[in-house]
């Protein structure tokens, strides 16, 4: 129960949907962690699909809690850890596809010429760098338990992202969940991807292709087990991510 309760949005509208029976209790559940984010000036509400599941018996009935969610007109909904098998049947009620594959990219500074860039994870130290909306990002999202954030400042830019660690056929990999800036993050890659390794001892990064302009000359298309997915009528996919998700927690 614990894993439910997200730090932000203090007036949640609820967590998600259940199926009930009388004599067998809880036989599904469909878990949503809600958000209001910053997107072009303008506040959104999100809600993001944590975790859906039917026990077998019961698994004809699968749609009724998805169906729930998606009567909430006023949000945008994402999905960041559905396999394909369940980003069929979103996609089949009228979700959309942000990224269908990743980036694989070796973690190490591939940089020809020396960059003078300064590496921080200390979040005390993060925090006196970045704006105000990337502290109350932080503020809202509090402890983490398993992602990290990693900014790279060159005394007058910076770049924050924030990556976590998964394991992948027996492979660890640094997984990116936020970049501050795309541009940045793409031309000082080589510094974020050697502080992963330094921090994880991760030796392989993989990247949604959203969150760089271009893809890197290094980096390798594979296929996403999980593809991210979204259905709003208002916010451009480009703009979305793994923020005030699952993957936060």
């Given at each position: 129960?614990?894993?439910?309760?997200?730090?932000?949005?203090?007036?949640?509208?609820?967590?998600?949907?259940?199926?009930?029976?009388?004599?067998?209790?809880?036989?599904?559940?469909?878990?949503a962690f809600y958000s209001d984010q910053c997107i072009d000036g303008e506040t959104e509400r999100f809600c993001n699909l944590a975790h859906w599941c039917v026990v077998q018996k019961y698994r004809n009935e699968s749609l009724r809690p998805m169906r729930a969610l998606m009567a909430r007109k006023d949000v945008?909904?994402?999905?960041?850890?559905?396999?394909?098998?369940?980003?069929?049947?979103?996609?089949?009620?009228?979700?959309?596809?942000?990224?269908?594959?990743?980036?694989?990219?070796?973690?190490i500074n591939f940089a020809i010429f020396g960059q003078s860039l300064k590496v921080i994870s200390d979040i005390d130290e993060i925090i006196e760098i970045v704006d105000d909306r990337h502290r109350q990002i932080i503020h809202d999202h509090g402890p983490l338990a398993s992602a990290r954030y990693t900014l790279l400042t060159d005394g007058s830019d910076w770049c924050l992202?924030?990556?976590?660690?998964?394991?992948?056929k027996r492979v660890r990999f640094a997984v990116v969940i936020y970049a501050s800036d795309r541009h940045?993050?793409?031309?000082?890659?080589?510094?974020f991807l050697a502080a992963y390794r330094r921090a994880d001892g991760c030796w392989l990064t993989l990247c949604q292709p959203r969150y760089l302009p271009t893809r890197p000359i290094m980096a390798l298309k594979v296929s996403e087990p999980r593809p991210h997915v979204y259905k709003s009528k208002r916010v451009d996919p480009a703009k979305i991510t793994g923020l005030y998700s699952e993957l936060m927690r």
């Amino acid at each position: 129960m614990e894993w439910l309760r997200y730090p932000w949005l203090q007036d949640k509208p609820d967590y998600g949907f259940a199926l009930v029976r009388p004599e067998e209790g809880i036989v599904g559940v469909l878990i949503a962690f809600y958000s209001d984010q910053c997107i072009d000036g303008e506040t959104e509400r999100f809600c993001n699909l944590a975790h859906w599941c039917v026990v077998q018996k019961y698994r004809n009935e699968s749609l009724r809690p998805m169906r729930a969610l998606m009567a909430r007109k006023d949000v945008t909904l994402t999905g960041f850890s559905s396999i394909r098998r369940v980003v069929a049947v979103t996609k089949g009620l009228g979700w959309d596809t942000i990224d269908d594959y990743a980036l694989m990219m070796p973690n190490i500074n591939f940089a020809i010429f020396g960059q003078s860039l300064k590496v921080i994870s200390d979040i005390d130290e993060i925090i006196e760098i970045v704006d105000d909306r990337h502290r109350q990002i932080i503020h809202d999202h509090g402890p983490l338990a398993s992602a990290r954030y990693t900014l790279l400042t060159d005394g007058s830019d910076w770049c924050l992202s924030v990556h976590k660690v998964e394991m992948r056929k027996r492979v660890r990999f640094a997984v990116v969940i936020y970049a501050s800036d795309r541009h940045l993050f793409h031309r000082w890659l080589g510094g974020f991807l050697a502080a992963y390794r330094r921090a994880d001892g991760c030796w392989l990064t993989l990247c949604q292709p959203r969150y760089l302009p271009t893809r890197p000359i290094m980096a390798l298309k594979v296929s996403e087990p999980r593809p991210h997915v979204y259905k709003s009528k208002r916010v451009d996919p480009a703009k979305i991510t793994g923020l005030y998700s699952e993957l936060m927690r």
